[in-house]
């Protein structure tokens, strides 16, 4: 479960920036910092969900707003991509100072277009990841060209895009046309990865091709085959970010350093937490299983590995197949394969006719036999009684004595 939490910053132009940071719930392993597409916000679907999905790989994402959009201050018309780059520095100035300089700069159309121009002047970045990008800034200019002779004569005009008017002056047009992407790419000696839809009808596919032949190796290119240019499916966010995490350890090392598991002698159990979210626990048996107890995100878990109740099920469960395999091999019964399945809720003492409490709640675990082979009736129904006779079952219905002490120093 990730952590966002609503930070400020001041931009290149002065402006105070409106941003979140979105942390795991465990150790951070890299920052980066992610770039949003034109005249969209930091929480665009593309933007949050991919942060989000981050998260689960132990990297932390600054999303902001560029000046003048979103919950960001200043006026949009007097913004430019020379400031969307300002912008972005600033961004990664706050990290730097704040937390760790960005290892990951991530840009989402016309964002991505902004980190390529950006990255030679974050040295600490390792790897950049472009979605959706254009090859060059002027490819923007697509979104409003029937004003564009209004911008050009009047020295600006009143646009609609995403349904919404925007502000566009001559100025920015002459920013983006002065834009050169091919040096920057070419000079950024930074490992690069390509995201691109096939299917892409607002930054066709041939912007990923120039984006490529122009950067020098390590360079990678992914389809997006069925996404759109928002990469609005939440599928595909969570495809986008699980790739960057796989890719960018090489470059990063965004893998969680691998934690030893708790010392345990034979004919015995360790349980330690991990530390890894609230309630994540790593388990070892006998010193031979390494094991992961955790529970559900609804419960506060991470949801890393099963509950303590799933494994009282398990070994419930494991037992009782066991003991029915002891039996079918005694009795010689041609018994293939045997399986359970276990459930366990708190139920009403009352809706137990044979249970001793009255009042109430009492667990109540369902477990449901299945035999496979060439059996009878009176052969398949003789393992139900064997089934309670596994040493699991017997334990949670004997009396059971627990002793419990604080290790001595």
Known sequence: MANSEKIDFTGATGETLAARLDKPDGAIQAYALFA?????????????RIARALTDHGIAVLRFDFTGLGASEGEFANTNFSSNVGDLLAAADYLRDNHAAPAILIGHSLGGAAVLAAAAQVPEAKAVCTIGAPSDPAHVANHFQCERDE????GQATVKLVGRPFTIKKQFLDDIEGQRLEHAIAGMRKALLIFHSPLDAVVGIDNATRIFVAAKHPKSFVSLDHADHMVSRREDAVYVADVIAAWADRYVGTKPESRPLPKADPGTVVVAEARQGKFAQDISIGGKFPLRADEPVSYGGTDTGPSPYDYLLAGLGACTTMTLRMYAAHKGIAL????????????HADDCKECETASGKIDHIERVITLEGDLDE????????????????????????????LKAD
């Open 378 to 405: 009176a052969t398949r129904a003789r393992p139900v009684e064997i089934a309670d006779r596994c040493p699991v079952h017997r334990t949670l219905h004997s009396e059971v004595w627990i002793e419990t002490r």
């Open 151 to 154: 911008i050009e004569r009047t």
């Open 36 to 48: 949003h597409c034109f005249t969209c916000t930091k929480d665009v679907f593309a933007a949050a």
């Open 336 to 347: 293939d394969k045997a399986s359970v399945v276990l459930r366990h809720e708190k139920v």
